[in-house]
Nanobody
Framework: QVRLVESGGGLVQPGGSVRPSCAASGSIDRINTMGWYRQAPGKQREMVATITEGGRINYADSVKGRFTISRDNVKKLVYLQMNSLKPEDTAGYYC????????????????WGQGTQVTVSS
């Protein structure tokens, strides 16, 4: 079994910062791409940022220059440093990962965390 557990969200004032993290655990052989997605009420889930095992990064245009994704491959963690937050960043933030299990099956499976809420409001 594999689990992705997010933490570190919360209530933040406009212009503030928060740094949620996501920890992967379980029968993990390797983690390929990890990423953060968000979903606001009444809207579709959207990609925020992704990072490959080798460190190649992709950001949504709406967060470029404000958010930074990073990962620790040894600890199986992914972080999202969120700066200069705006009310429109308010959403549930979900961790996602493509994980190869230790079962010997080489195909990566996709997993989601349960989400952490980030609310930007004064």
């Amino acid at each position: 079994q594999v689990r992705l557990v997010e933490s570190g969200g919360g209530l933040v004032q406009p212009g503030g910062s928060v740094r949620p993290s996501c920890a992967a655990s379980g029968s993990i052989d390797r983690i390929n791409t990890m990423g953060w997605y968000r979903q606001a009420p009444g809207k579709q889930r959207e990609m925020v940022a992704t990072i490959t095992e080798g460190g190649r990064i992709n950001y949504a245009d709406s967060v470029k220059g404000r958010f930074t994704i990073s990962r620790d491959n040894v600890k199986k963690l992914v972080y999202l440093q969120m700066n200069s937050l705006k009310p429109e960043d308010t959403a549930g933030y979900y961790c996602n990962a493509d994980i190869v299990l230790t079962t010997g099956w080489a195909t990566a499976l996709n997993y989601w965390g349960q989400g952490t809420q980030v609310t930007v409001s004064s």
